[in-house]
């Protein structure tokens, strides 16, 4: 028996284990939707165009490489247990060296599916990697900063970090934003899974990606390129509000600080302390860039990209010792008294 | 005819001890690769601590158990340590063991370049690793993309012991990627032409080619990286007019082949494997071979996959989209035939061979995940997440590892004259197998629910917390997997099973030998007729070359 070749393959029976593929398919797409259903900042909770479409790509692939994962693993498990050596059998099985039409097969399969892939693909990278931006279109500037995020609004002279609002579209349409990133230092990546896909913030490039949404509501993201020691805290919030609102929100956002005389001894703190270099107050000296606009801090409902949460205990906490909430960030601790540090948050939370 | 060799009787006497210092001045390319696999285990240890600990830090959202910089350092170190301090070594080990046993040579063509290349790894294993001593490891990431790594924003030594010590250990990959070159092109045995070179040799063959063409570009870029930090040019910066993109085309130059680098010799593995076990030729001998090839030159064509969240142009993405599932299709031709080999076969399950099934069914799942990857739009989502860890780990740890031991079980017999214990062979099987799917098959659903790589926590509001958790206690399974290789290693060199020669009933001419091998390896050059030449010994009446 030896080394004897067979006259052909032997014909494997397939047909049995059709029902249990698919069942197991089933399966496995009820575990995937139940697992995102949990929670809601993923890649098939969206609610704009190009991630729409990349959802719609996510289940075409998800469907056909489980099809041929199920295929292989099967055909796998079948070998395994049809060609098992039984007991007492010493003999050598049958050699075959190979067979043309079975591998020509086997390249020709693949490579189908892999070309009407690519097409899908190439109609997909057309659609969400738009060249013109319609006149409509609302522009952010947005800037990557080692540890957070800088938003500013050329058409309406707005400049704030960390949470970007944007515009719903009305009924029938939604309002594109295209946001050109930008970045001061080193790489990173704006990604809000929900709005789009990512694109990485490269210094001394701009790079062009946009959303439109219809839905109200709070998207969550962050920095998805290792940018240093917090990059796991480089946050980022997307609040998208009716047209009215985000008028009223930009409007307000565009005027100087307030400038309330209850205060004025935080206020002149800040200036003299450091503060002023690294942070802008509109319509104060304070204009430095390297830092978080602070003109309406209190208008935004996180502190340090997204960590905690913007209340007046963390915020004192926040200046009294920045490094014990984001440690390695890059604004210093001054080690200021109790009674500076009272008069210093005061005055912050008066710029609304 | 390949039968006149006289093979000497393996004596019972264990081998003479042999002193330290003939094995650290020994040019002999058996002892130079065991050498290798025993360095590499070492570091193995090192990358699997500074992974479980970081596993540890990622148990809950928030968790306070390492500082941030500790964490970045630790998964730089990993990347860097797994690929470069474990995974290239043990692939070269394993090259250098059975290469010229496999041919049929004496040793390899360089044996003093060999033990050079030995060397030289070493020390840059350790030169990085001294970063802990002066001031902190590298944090910028195995891939350490500009300009994060510049003076600037890379303050003190450890990106300059980073660069340092690759350099100096990339210098022994790319001479003993020479070596396996001129090795096989000029010391193959009579008779042993290209179409009749096993599997393995191939694969090897194909893998320096790949070393050598891929290791410049990254000495290239680290040399323009020292010279930026050290002496003030501005290559990779930015402000300066230098360009941050241009490093990420330099290191993924490198950077992709080297994962074919990093798969190929463990293709070869099992496609010396499976067949052995299943009683059965490969199935399609050339094809795979050709196969190989194939990938080799396309794996050169995809570096930017890495680099679509870059922002390139989009008849970039759509290039680098197509070439890379063109790769599919040649891995994917290798995959139908080792399942093809099984078909019709009488398949042993002893330990090797069910390493080898683990990774056909593991590494499926990376190369299919892979193909989603390829995918630009999905890859925007995927991108630098989770996701991507699970892709690579299925590749190079389902894949890769799962192949290393199916070769390690294999080939120990070889390297030490005694078998492995085939139940603690199965336990350590099947601790990984869960252990391993354990940690790694969470991570794609993790990455997709949003959490980024690298990243060393997470906010609560993700909801990601169940699925790191099933992480780590992953690695705690794997760890009992380990432990049980320790033992199960050291228990067989001190009184494992006498293996003979032969053990396997095999077909390659390293069986030829006594186990382990005597310094000059055969008494008299075998001659070769086939693919198969101890098949045609044992088979007179129906040798492999009448029907290739
Ligand atoms: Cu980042
Ligand atoms: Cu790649």
Redesign the interface.
């Given at each position: 028996m030896t080394g004897q070749r067979p006259k052909g393959l032997i014909p494997v029976q397939a047909k049995r284990h059709g029902r249990g593929i698919l069942l197991l398919a089933f399966g496995l797409l009820f575990f995937a939707s139940s697992v995102f259903a949990a929670g809601e900042t993923n890649i098939v909770q969206t609610v704009s165009p190009p991630a729409d479409s990349i959802k719609f790509l996510f289940y075409l692939l998800l469907a056909v490489v489980g099809a041929i994962f199920l295929i292989v693993e099967g055909a796998l498990i079948y070998c395994m247990v049809r060609f098992r050596k039984r007991e007492g059998d010493e003999s050598e099985p049958p050699q075959i060296y190979g067979s043309k039409p079975v591998e020509i097969a086997w390249t020709v399969a693949p490579a189908l599916i892999v070309f009407v892939l690519f097409l899908v693909v190439l109609r997909s990278i057309v659609q969400i990697r738009k060249v013109d931006v319609p006149e409509d279109a609302l522009r952010v500037v947005v800037t990557g900063h080692q540890w957070w995020w800088e938003f500013h609004y050329p058409e309406l002279g707005v400049t704030t970090a960390n949470e970007l609002h944007v515009p719903i579209g009305d009924d029938e349409n939604e309002r594109a934003v295209f946001l050109d990133l930008q970045s001061v230092d080193v790489i990173h990546s704006f990604w809000v899974p929900q709005l789009s896909g990512k694109m990485d913030v490269v210094p001394g490039r701009t790079n062009l990606l946009w959303f439109a949404t219809k839905q109200p509501g709070l998207y969550r993201g962050q920095c998805a390129e290792y940018c240093g020691t917090q990059h796991a805290n480089m946050l980022l919030r997307v609040v998208a509000e009716s047209p009215e609102e985000f008028e009223r929100w930009a409007a307000q956002q565009a005027k100087p600080a307030v400038d309330d005389p209850k205060v004025a001894a935080g206020r002149q703190l800040f200036m003299s302390l450091a503060c002023m270099n690294c942070h802008t107050i509109k319509g104060t000296p304070a204009n430095g860039t390297f830092a978080p606009d602070l003109t309406h801090l209190m208008s935004r409902q996180t502190l340090a990209s997204g960590m905690v949460e913007n209340n007046p205990k963390n915020l004192r906490d926040w200046v009294d010792n920045p490094q014990s909430i984001k440690p390695g960030c890059l604004m210093p601790s001054f080690q200021l008294s109790s009674k500076q540090l009272d008069d210093l948050v005061a005055y912050l939370e008066t710029l609304h | 005819m390949a039968t006149t060799v006289a093979v000497p009787e393996m004596t019972d006497k264990s081998p003479r001890r042999s002193s330290l210092l003939e094995w650290v001045t020994t040019v002999d390319h058996k002892r130079i690769g065991i050498m290798y696999l025993l360095a590499a285990l070492f570091f193995l240890v090192c990358a699997g601590t500074e992974a479980a600990l970081m596993r540890i830090q990622l148990w809950k959202a928030r968790f306070d158990f390492l500082?941030?910089?500790t964490f970045?350092q630790l998964f730089t170190m990993h990347g860097t340590t797994m690929v470069f301090f474990v995974g290239m070594p043990i692939l070269v080990g394993f090259g250098n063991f059975l290469v010229p046993l496999m041919i049929g040579a004496r040793d390899m063509a360089f044996p003093r370049m060999n033990a050079f290349g030995l060397w030289m790894f070493i020390l840059g294993g350790l030169l990085t690793y001294y970063s802990f001593l002066q001031g902190g490891a590298p944090?910028v990431?195995w891939f350490a993309?500009a300009?994060?790594t510049s003076a600037t924003?890379s303050r003190g030594m450890s990106t300059d012991y980073w660069i340092l010590g690759l350099m100096t250990s990339g210098l022994g990959t790319l001479s003993g990627g020479i070596n396996f070159i001129a090795t096989i092109l000029t010391m193959r045995a009579p008779g042993m032409t290209f179409g009749r070179m096993p599997l393995f040799i191939w694969m090897m063959l194909v893998d320096a080619v790949l070393i050598v063409i891929a290791f410049p570009p990254l000495t290239a870029a680290q040399t323009m990286l020292l010279l930026d930090r050290q002496l003030g040019a501005h290559f990779f910066d930015?402000?300066q007019g230098?360009?941050?993109?241009l490093w990420q085309h330099l290191f993924w130059f490198f950077g992709h082949p080297e994962v074919y680098i990093l798969i190929l010799p463990a293709f070869g593995m099992i496609s010396e494997i499976i067949p052995v076990f299943?009683?059965?030729?490969i199935?399609?001998?050339?094809?795979v071979a050709a196969a190989t090839v194939l990938i080799a030159f396309i794996a050169c064509g995809v570096w930017a996959h890495h680099m679509f969240?870059?922002?390139l142009s989009?008849t970039i993405?759509?290039f680098f989209?197509?070439s890379t599932?063109?790769i599919?299709?040649p891995t994917?031709?290798k995959?139908?035939?080792w399942?093809?080999t099984?078909?019709?076969?009488?398949?042993?399950?002893q330990t090797p061979m069910i390493f080898c099934?683990g990774f056909?069914?593991m590494f499926?799942?990376g190369g299919?995940?892979g193909?989603?990857l390829?995918?630009?739009?999905?890859?925007?989502?995927?991108?630098?997440?989770y996701f991507v860890v699970a892709h690579f780990h299925y590749v190079l740890f389902g894949g890769t590892l799962f192949g290393i031991f199916g070769g390690f079980y294999y080939w120990f017999p070889k390297m030490s004259g005694r078998l492995m214990n085939e139940t603690l062979g199965k336990w350590n099987f099947w601790l990984l197998m869960i252990g391993f799917n354990l940690t790694f098959f969470p991570m794609h659903?993790s990455g997709?629910?949003?959490m980024?790589?690298?990243?060393?926590?997470?906010?609560p509001?993700?909801?990601?917390d169940i699925w790191n958790q099933l992480s780590t206690i992953g690695v705690l399974v794997q760890a009992a997997a380990f432990i049980v290789f320790a033992v199960n290693l050291i228990g067989s060199l001190r009184s494992g099973e006498r293996s003979g020669d032969d053990p396997w009933d095999a077909w390659t001419l390293e069986w030829l030998t006594t186990s382990p091998p005597p310094a000059y390896n055969f008494e008299v050059i075998p001659a070769v007729r086939s693919r198969r030449p101890l098949?045609d010994l044992k088979?007179p009446?129906?040798?492999?070359w009448e029907?290739?």
């Open positions: - | 500082e941030p910089d970045n944090d990431g993309y300009p994060l924003f930015p402000q230098g360009s941050a993109v299943a009683r059965k030729v199935f399609g001998y050339e094809s969240a870059l922002g989009r993405d759509i989209s197509g599932f063109l599919a299709i994917g031709i995959m139908f035939n399942i093809a099984l078909y019709g076969g009488k398949i042993r399950f099934l056909l069914a499926l799942i299919l995940s193909v989603m390829a995918a630009v739009p999905f890859d925007w989502q995927a991108s630098d997440t659903i997709l629910m949003g980024p790589r690298r990243i060393y926590t997470y906010d509001e993700l909801g990601v098949w088979h009446e129906d040798p492999d029907h290739e």
